[in-house]
């Protein structure tokens, strides 16, 4: 037809509107179907014909990308095909005949479809508000979500020249989890989080946030101090830097144990023997003639075990070591993908779109309220209002009606919401 759509929108979009009720019905039908669109442009009607087979040539190089997401979900799960025991699917797209056919030939096993493919996405994220919210008291769920993107930490290494650098959660790491790294340090010190696979990300910056763990100190000798630092990625996929701590040690002599005197030797020795009386008594009432030699070999022993203890020398002092924890301040610098300024450019620009909505909406409703009011005034007119009009106004008005609905298709079609009301005033 030689017509350029892309020079009008609005062909443009009717023609979009077709082509989508097409391709629903081609999900049905393999046979061919019409496509038809009166007036499209300039006064020309369209008209033509597809099948399912044409349609599916064209999508040649789109349906080759369905599998190769299905393999890379085996790898990373480390499965073969035969462990899987059923595939789900969900999800409008599934509808179409084509992705099913390339979904279940990858598998070698028929799809099921016993969840609602639109709304099963929906109600999950429902669910998952639900349990966010405090206004809500849901079942309690386990969820265990996993890392998308492997995450690295890098930081200056005191030993060495240079960076150090570690993965810190792998790809498919479950999540939320945390994690507590050690680091030795003398003086404060940052940690780099980063995306350590920046050709998988949907967005170019791999760099995530910068920590500094302020109010590092070495020990009272001079050496490294031990310290702490928890790294967590939330329930929401966030990752941080939670909390960070130094253990310190203390070092100090253990003070010298007391000598014994005659006194506490004696007052042992009297706590020992009524400790052991009940035994004896026990003893005397089964074997008497036993009695005097446990007797004799039990004040011995207690004989024996004083003068050991009076010989001793005494011990020298030891040293004892004393730990404790010191929270430590972080300091956060987030790294944004965009600056500040384009991001209140995009919050300004999305202000402006809510308005020019919110302004289409009521211009559509003033031009509906014209077009209702047409129809409505005309089937009274030829009804209940018949008896009350005589046939010169009731003609004149009918006619008046007819070039206002005219106009709503030709040059009323796209008019300010001002124009609307003021036809509608003119009517009434």
């Not at 050496?223 to 990752?239: M, Y």
């Not at 005397?284 to 010989?311: F, H, I, R, V």
């Not at 008005?397 to 003119?426: C, H, R, S």
Request: proline residues 5%.
């Amino acid at each position: 037809y030689k017509l350029d759509i892309k020079s009008k929108i609005r062909a443009l979009l009717r023609l979009s509107q077709e082509c989508e009720k097409l391709k629903k019905l081609m999900s049905a039908n393999a046979s061919d179907l019409p496509l038809s669109i009166e007036c499209f442009m300039n006064d020309v009607d369209v008209s033509g014909t597809m099948n399912r087979g044409k349609f599916l040539e064209m999508c040649d190089d789109l349906l080759a990308r369905v599998e190769p997401p299905l393999r890379s979900v085996l790898e990373q799960a480390k499965l073969k095909k035969e462990d899987i025991y059923a595939v789900e699917i969900v999800g409008g797209a599934t509808r179409i005949p084509a992705v099913k056919e390339k979904i279940s030939k990858f598998f070698g096993k028929e799809l099921s479809t016993t969840l609602n493919a639109d709304e099963a996405v929906t109600r999950g994220c429902a669910l998952q508000c639900a349990i966010l919210s405090p206004a809500f008291k849901v079942r309690e769920f386990s969820i265990t979500d996993v890392v998308p993107y492997p995450i690295s930490l890098r930081w200056n290494s005191p030993a060495e020249e240079g960076s150090s650098d570690c993965e810190v959660f792998s790809k498919n790491h479950a999540a939320p989890f945390s994690k507590v790294l050690t680091f030795y340090r003398k003086e404060p010190f940052t940690l780099e989080a980063y995306y350590c696979s920046p050709q998988d990300l949907p967005y170019p910056d791999p760099a995530i946030a910068q920590f500094s763990v302020q109010k590092v100190t070495p020990q009272s000798d001079g050496s490294s101090s031990k310290v702490k630092v928890k790294v967590r990625v939330n329930i929401h996929g966030i990752f941080s830097v939670s909390s960070a701590s130094l253990v310190e040690v203390h070092k100090f002599e253990e003070n010298e144990e007391p000598m014994e005197t005659d006194q506490n030797a004696k007052e042992e020795e009297k706590m020992q023997v009524d400790q052991e009386e009940p035994h004896v008594e026990e003893q005397q009432q089964q074997l008497p003639a036993e009695n005097k030699t446990e007797s004799e070999e039990m004040e011995t022993s207690q004989a024996g075990s004083k003068d050991k203890k009076m010989d001793q020398p005494p011990q020298a002092k030891k040293a004892k070591v004393k730990t404790s924890t010191v929270d430590l301040p972080i300091e956060n610098q987030l790294l944004w993908q965009i600056d500040r300024e384009m991001l209140n450019l995009y919050i300004e620009n999305e202000g402006k779109m809510i308005m020019q909505d919110k302004l289409e909406k009521e211009r559509n409703d003033a031009k509906n309220a014209v077009e209702e009011y047409v129809y409505e005034m005309r089937d009274k007119l030829g009804g209940e209002y018949e008896k009350f009009v005589n046939e010169d106004d009731r003609n004149s008005f009918t006619m008046k009606l007819e070039d206002t609905e005219n106009w709503l298709y030709e040059d009323g079609e796209d008019q300010p919401k001002q124009v609307y009301v003021d036809k509608l005033a003119e009517l009434k």
